[in-house]
């Protein structure tokens, strides 16, 4: 089993930048998609990027598009977010999520398996 601790949230001022970390424990992490989604108050968990076991795919929401960076680290068993130009629309709880493979329902919520407590990320305008 896949246990997640996201790090990283805190308080930022438009424009700037926060990079969220996902620390994977469990047998499987190498071989898991790892995926980023976000809630706001009020409203649904949404997609934000996705990162296929190797590294090489990659995928994001529109929203985030050139402004997010998706990556991870084998060797610390840990995905990063790197969120730069960030907007108070960015504000939300993040999560961190495990998926035993990457298919094309990698959008939905319910294409993963293990999700982790989620981290506040605050943008101030």
């Known amino acids: 089993q896949v246990q997640l601790v996201e790090s990283g949230g805190g308080l930022v001022q438009a424009g700037g930048s926060l990079r969220l970390s996902c620390a994977a424990s469990g047998p499987t992490f190498s071989n898991n998609a790892m995926g980023w989604f976000r809630q706001a108050p009020g409203k649904e968990r949404v997609f934000v990027a996705v990162i296929n076991w190797s590294g090489a795919v990659l995928y994001y929401a529109d929203s985030v598009k050139g402004r997010f960076t998706i990556s991870r680290d084998h060797a610390e068993n840990t995905v990063y977010l790197q969120m730069n130009s960030l907007k108070p629309e960015d504000t939300a709880v993040y999560y961190c999520?495990?998926?035993?493979?990457?298919?094309?329902?990698?959008?939905?919520?319910?294409?993963?398996?293990?999700w982790g407590q989620g981290t506040q990320v605050t943008v101030s305008s």
């Open positions: 999520a495990a998926s035993q493979y990457l298919s094309v329902t990698y959008y939905y919520a319910t294409h993963y398996d293990y």
